[in-house]
């Protein structure tokens, strides 16, 4: 089954609770966090509060992607805050297999993102011990960028090492999907499909994920 995570770094934070209720409406699988902090990629988003106050709002789980240089520093906070999945970026994280196991002390899943430019051959050794692995698709900091066409690749290797080493492996996209490209990342073996722009743009939700999970079809 293919889920459907769309990112609130997109909506409207005006009115953030009724686009929640509205992804709720919709039955969307995940709701992806995203996290910055003006040091790993160039842009600050928002944090623990905001997270803590939509978790009253949904039981919808939360895919929280840290983009944060030495993520572990934050990663209790993230799990009390509401995290059911954490990603840290392989790039930002010296001691990779130590914050992998300190996210599942929580009792949440762990997840590892890399960018365009990191090889999916660093992850090799890691693979089994993860939940999902996040392939960013644009240069991470920014929604509404164009999908980099090389990542297709990428995904492609991931599921060759999940299909060996990991087959319950979640593998997500993140970054320039659109209805004209989801179908294509799915072909490669992407299960976790991140969304920002496509699913809130022109403030018509409901429509912009109906054409999303129409275009899988
Ligand atoms: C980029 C974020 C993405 C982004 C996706 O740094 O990690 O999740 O918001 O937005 P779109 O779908 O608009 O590329
Ligand atoms: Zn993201």
Do not use: W
Request: charged share 25%; net charge neutral; glycine share 6%.
């Amino acid at each position: 089954m293919i889920k459907l995570a769309p990112s609130i770094l997109s909506a409207d934070f005006s009115k953030l609770g009724n686009e929640i209720k509205e992804l709720e409406k919709n039955n969307i699988e995940l709701i992806h966090i995203d996290v910055m902090d003006g040091m790993f990629v160039p842009n600050i988003s928002f944090g623990t509060p905001i997270m803590k106050s939509i978790k009253t709002l949904t039981k919808i789980p939360f895919d929280v992607h840290l983009m944060i240089e030495d993520p572990s520093r934050y990663i209790e906070d993230f799990a009390k805050a509401g995290a059911d999945i954490i990603t840290v970026h392989y790039e930002a994280d010296k001691h990779i297999d130590r914050t992998i196991n300190y996210i599942k002390s929580f009792g949440i899943k762990a997840s590892v993102a890399l960018n365009p430019g990191t090889s999916v051959n660093l992850i090799k050794d890691i693979i089994s011990d993860l939940d999902m692995v996040l392939i960013m698709s644009v240069n991470p900091g920014f929604g509404g960028q164009k999908y980099i066409s090389y990542c297709s690749k990428k995904i492609e290797e991931v599921k060759d090492l999940a299909d060996k080493f990991n087959p319950n492996l979640m593998i997500q996209v993140d970054g320039g999907i659109t209805k004209d490209n989801i179908k294509e990342v799915v072909s490669k073996g992407a299960n976790v499909i991140v969304a920002g722009s496509a699913v809130f743009k022109n403030n018509h939700i409901e429509s912009n994920i109906k054409q999303l999970r129409g275009a899988l079809v």
